[in-house]
């Protein structure tokens, strides 16, 4: 995240948008609240009564990786798809907190949605003789020639936030997957607003495109609404792409102009609340309740202060960690746990879930997600 991770604490409404726009640009564990009665109430839905509180425990491997000291001094290459995103520069804190414990730098690269950022990257990763590559929320078909030049070189890549595995290309010695928990981030935003309107939800949905796995998430959630929500209607969805961004507002505003009974928006991905909460003003809609996915502190703070109705968010943290322990187990040459979408943890934040402790250091922690351990847990691994 190079030295952009910074958050301006405020309260209001407008200074919660401010905190995004800069964001998109760490202690005991604190449980959080139950939910009270009322709009917000998990009632009968064991799925939102479980993703809105913490988790129990994190699925840390337990195999030990030796010889770690070796690669001391050593860089491992972080690539997202993007850095306007604030949970992969909460990822990249984690991954560089972790790795940093034992001496490895970490050195970012966005490819911004570009295959050819991606090709760049990993050039620049062969040419620093990079200890390997973790690549985020891209599709290894997106950077299929430079992933499989840098493995050829010696260069593992780790593959997250995209799917369990591609068939295509399979995981080996050289190549491991970290499934996404987007699918039920996704799932939780479309469970509130089924609850939260008695079961007459009218949603308009922006879907992200990069890729086969990121449209996927959302289709998948959308599927199964109608299991439960037989009386929700679904607006759109209205797909954007990392590279389609900036037509994203004037696509959702002309949809809220134009269909007055739309009372709810969910966009999948964070980084695009300036585009969303612009469609929203545009629109002079000041009727509908606003619920995006991915995000991290300032989003959270947001809902605190009036910003969002609610945010579904995945531990970052612990993701960041995780990574760094895949990554330490690909270069030391073992084996690799699979890593399903479930054991990625996510949660939903409201007004009555959300944690006490809304700052950096509780975000760093992982707190607002399950045991601060983990960490602990991880380091004790790595000898």
Not at 69 to 94: E, H
Not at 246 to 259: F, H, K, P, V, W
Not at 281 to 300: E, F, M, Q, W
Request: glycine share 10%; hydrophobic share 45%; charged share 15%.
């Amino acid at each position: 995240m190079n030295s952009n991770r910074f958050i301006q604490r405020t309260t209001t409404v407008l200074a919660a948008l401010a905190v995004v726009g800069v964001a998109l640009t760490g202690c005991s564990a604190t449980p959080a609240p139950t939910p009270t009665t009322g709009s917000t109430s998990v009632g009968g839905d064991a799925f939102l009564a479980s993703v809105t509180q913490a988790a129990t425990s994190f699925p840390v491997p337990t195999t030990p990786i030796s010889g770690v000291a070796k690669f001391a001094g050593g860089t491992v290459f972080y690539i997202p798809i993007t850095l306007r995103a604030p949970s992969f520069v909460s990822t990249q804190a984690a991954l560089t907190e972790a790795l940093g414990s034992v001496g490895i730098k970490v050195q970012s690269c966005p490819a911004d949605g570009n295959p050819a950022n991606i090709a760049a990257c990993s050039d620049q990763a062969i040419a620093a003789g990079a200890l390997a590559i973790v690549s985020d929320a891209l599709p290894y078909q997106m950077g299929v020639e430079a992933f499989g030049k840098a493995r050829a070189a010696g260069i593992p890549v780790v593959v997250t936030n995209q799917g369990p595995g591609e068939t295509d290309f399979p995981a080996d010695k050289t190549l491991a997957y970290l499934a996404s928990g987007a699918s039920n981030m996704d799932r939780a935003m479309l469970h509130w607003a089924a609850q939260d309107s008695g079961g007459k939800a009218t949603i308009l949905v922006s879907r992200a495109t990069d890729g086969f796995w990121s449209s996927k998430f959302m289709t998948d959630a959308l599927a199964e609404l109608p299991k439960y929500c037989a009386g929700c209607t679904v607006v759109g969805p209205v797909d954007v792409s990392t590279a389609t961004q900036a037509q994203l507002q004037a696509n959702l505003s002309a949809q809220l102009i134009s269909d007055p009974n739309i009372t709810y928006v969910i966009s999948d991905f964070a980084q695009y609340i300036p585009q969303v909460t612009g469609a929203i003003t545009d629109s002079g809609r000041t009727d509908v309740k606003y619920l995006t996915g991915g995000g991290s502190l300032g989003a959270i703070q947001g809902v605190a202060g009036g910003a969002f109705t609610a945010v579904a968010a995945d531990a970052t943290a612990f993701i960041g960690w995780h990574q760094a322990d895949t990554v330490l187990r690909l270069i030391t040459g073992l084996a690799v746990p699979e890593f399903k979408p479930s054991d990625a943890p996510v949660r939903l934040f409201t007004k009555d879930t959300l944690p006490q402790n809304l700052n950096d250091a509780a975000e760093a922690s992982g707190e607002w997600f399950g045991p601060v351990s983990f960490k602990d847990d991880y380091k004790a691994l790595w000898k």
